[in-house]
């Protein structure tokens, strides 16, 4: 088979700086029971909804998050050690909407598993009802990430002062 990698040309692939990622599409065991914790608690609005599926997403945008049981209706979670998924990032526009965010799955009764401090953002992760992981994040101002002497980016996890976070929700 023929070497198609640019990169072994000497063509490193970079790319576009527009490039972003478009949706997320998780494989469920209970629509239902998803549909309770992605549109209900974490607040996505359902866009188009199929047989054995549904697409959710915020600002009328067609679909952030994608929910189905077309191979895993009533299916277990992956079991640890394995590949696959291990979390969706879903990016809050400011502080005070990270900390709603943040207070509504608190109220649920969804455990976190951790608040860090990343530098670049300050993020909260938890698990929707089939262990995928999710982080709820805001950016700092690119302006205001760290950088190390040589200007490469310095990021680091501390631990992020959750109450001084929840302060900022605005109800």
Sequence with gaps: MPDTNPASAGQPVIAPAG??????????????????????????????????????????????????????????PPAPGTTGLYHVALVYPDRPSLARAVKIVLQAGIQLDGASDHGVSEAIYLRDPDQNGVELYVDRAREDWPRNPDGSLGMFTRRLDLPALLAEAKD
């Design 19 to 76: 490039l972003r990622i478009g949706h997320t599409h998780l494989k469920v065991s209970n629509l239902d029971r998803a549909l309770a914790f992605w549109r209900d608690v974490i607040g996505l609005e359902e866009m188009a909804r199929y047989p054995g599926a549904v697409f959710l997403a915020a600002g009328g945008y067609h679909h952030h998050i994608a929910l189905n049981t077309w191979e895993s209706e009533g299916g277990p």
